[in-house]
């Protein structure tokens, strides 16, 4: 406080005196001024620290900024550097790469030309190609002129087609022995397929037995079943009889006090409707006279109008007429006037009394076709003004019919509702009528269609077992005659063979030859070159 108090007057430019000080504050008559000095030294020295402090924040902000300023920059010139190495360092790879290429290229363009033939090599080279082939032409010539003439020499000797002929005998018969050991495979394969589906059809008819039991057994189970379902229904269908029959008569009882009231009401309705009816009709009545004075007043309204309207169009009409006749008789009185005229000029113009009668009819025509004209254009709006007049009264009938139609369906209706409303209530006297025979027919029909439902549930219950049944005698025939049409296959086989080998045996009668007779199971040796040729041992 005494540091403001002495700022506050050196700002102020007064030092007090040692007679003020003395004076306390709050008796002096300049407090007020002093304590706003104060005030204000004090807001100038805060405002100056608040400056100040500014200052160095902004000093390190300013640091801080460039701290991060000279790190990026310092980053950013390392990286242009590393850069620019880079740059260098691919620079000179391709270089490198370039040189490497430009060799290469030198390189490949000299082996092409060292690689290139001389038009002397290539003579050279097909010289000896073509000596090669001929060469070889030379040598197969040669091996089939030898093959050819070694045939003509082995032809001539009659000790030697005999041996070719008995090695073809010995070829057949090692051929037909391949062929029956390859029959026999095949008898041999055939009779396992045979056991093989006899094993089958047993294995499938031991389940048929085995199926057809189970399905007894479960049919039985299913027959007890249904037994004592049936029983169990009929019991709770006697007991629901007699609840019934309890039901009913104690509702008879009650329908029967119903009925009586119902009556009585019935008879106070019909009462109330007849009052009501009879008041109805009265004002029925009533309306319907109304009704009938105001058709009567509209029908004479209607033909008075009628009646003027037809007078005013003959009236237009007969002035149409009139003033269509002063026109004609006008445009006539014209005609001859144009005509006389047209006389005397062409009298005066025509060179010859011919040519005056031409241009006279030629005249005439057109008068008479501009005429003709006019008149068919006033006939044609005569028609469409009778046209307008005939389709108006037209609208109007048939106006006038809507309204007496509209009228006499408002009745209709009215009168059909009346005769809805009592077909209404007699229709439902009959539906609570055949309600009632409805509840009391239902337990019957019910119990009928549980019957039927079981005897349909028999019936394809021994449908499904003669499918069944059917489906497995379908299968075991389709065995039986696979089964068989395989023997016949492999009898025909069989048969055919020993045919053909009965008629060869037939065929070849004579002397007999040592491998068919004893000899035929003794082996037979030739000599080291022919078994060798031959390949038979």
């Known amino acids: 406080l005494k540091a403001t108090s002495a700022l506050g007057a050196a700002v102020g430019g007064a030092r007090p005196t040692k007679a003020m000080a003395a004076i306390p504050m709050h008796l ?4 007020a001024i002093l304590k706003r000095q104060q005030q204000e030294a004090v807001h100038e020295g805060l405002m100056a620290a608040h400056f100040d402090r500014f200052k160095v924040e902004q000093k390190s902000q300013w640091e801080n900024r460039m701290d991060g300023v000279i790190r990026s920059n310092k980053v950013k010139s390392k990286a242009a550097a590393l850069e620019a190495q880079h740059k260098a360092n691919l620079q000179a790879r391709r270089q490198k790469l370039a040189a490497k290429l430009h060799a290469e290229q030198r390189a490949f363009e000299q082996e092409m030309v060292d690689r290139e033939e001389t038009p002397q090599q290539r003579m050279e ?13 030379e040598d197969e010539r040669k091996a089939i002129v030898q093959e050819k003439l070694y045939q003509q020499w082995r032809a001539g000797i009659d000790d030697l087609r005999t041996m070719d002929s008995k090695i073809v005998e010995l070829r057949c018969i090692a051929e037909r022995d391949y062929q029956l050991d390859e029959k026999a495979a095949v008898v041999a394969e055939e009779r396992a397929h045979d056991e093989f589906y006899d094993r089958l059809w047993h294995e499938g008819y031991l389940a048929k037995i085995e199926r057809e039991e189970r399905e007894k057994e479960l049919k039985h189970e299913r027959g007890e079943q249904q037994k004592a379902t049936l029983a169990i229904q009929l019991k709770m269908k006697d007991e629901k009889a007699r609840e019934e029959k309890t039901q009913e008569e104690i509702e008879a009882e009650e329908l029967k006090k119903q009925w009586k009231e119902h009556e009585e009401q019935e008879k ?26 105001a058709r009567a007043e509209e029908d004479r309204l209607e033909r008075e109008f009628d009646k003027n309207y037809v007078a005013g169009v003959l009236d237009r009409e007969r002035k149409l007429a009139e003033k269509e006749l002063a026109e004609k008789a006008s445009a006539k009185k014209k005609a001859v006037e144009f005509t006389e005229a047209l006389k005397k000029e062409m009298a005066r113009n025509a060179e010859s009394e011919e040519h005056l009668i031409r241009l006279q009819h030629e005249e005439s025509e057109r008068q008479w076709q501009k005429r003709y004209v006019q008149w068919e254009k006033e006939e044609i709006a005569r028609r469409n003004l009778m ?8 609208e109007q009938v048939r106006m006038k019919q809507d309204l007496r139609d509209q009228v006499k369906s408002d009745i209709d209706r009215e009168r059909e509702a009346q005769e809805a409303e009592v077909r209404r209530l007699e229709a439902l006297e009959q539906e609570r009528l055949a309600m009632e025979a409805i509840l009391r027919k239902h337990h019957q029909e019910e119990l009928f269609r549980q019957m039927d439902a079981r005897q349909d549930q028999l019936l394809r219950e021994q449908e499904q077992h003669a499918e069944e049944q059917r489906k497995a005698a379908e299968a075991e025939d389709k065995i039986r005659r696979a089964v068989e049409a395989e023997k016949q296959k492999a009898e ?37 070159a022919l078994a060798d040729d031959t390949g038979i041992a």
């Open 28 to 31: 002096r008559a300049d407090r």
């Open 387 to 394: 046209e307008e007049v005939y389709n108006d009264r037209a």
């Open 125 to 137: 080279k097909l010289a000896a190609r073509a000596y090669d082939l001929k060469k070889r032409r």
């Open 268 to 293: 106070q309705a019909a009462i109330r409707s007849r009052i009501q009816a009879k008041e109805e009709r009265k004002k029925a009545d009533e309306y319907m006279v109304i009704a009938q004075q």
């Open 492 to 528: 025909a086989i069989m048969r055919s063979v020993a045919e053909k080998r009965a008629a060869k045996l037939a065929a070849s009668s004579g002397p007999v030859a040592p491998w068919d007779g004893s000899a035929a199971s003794l082996p037979i040796r030739l000599p080291g």
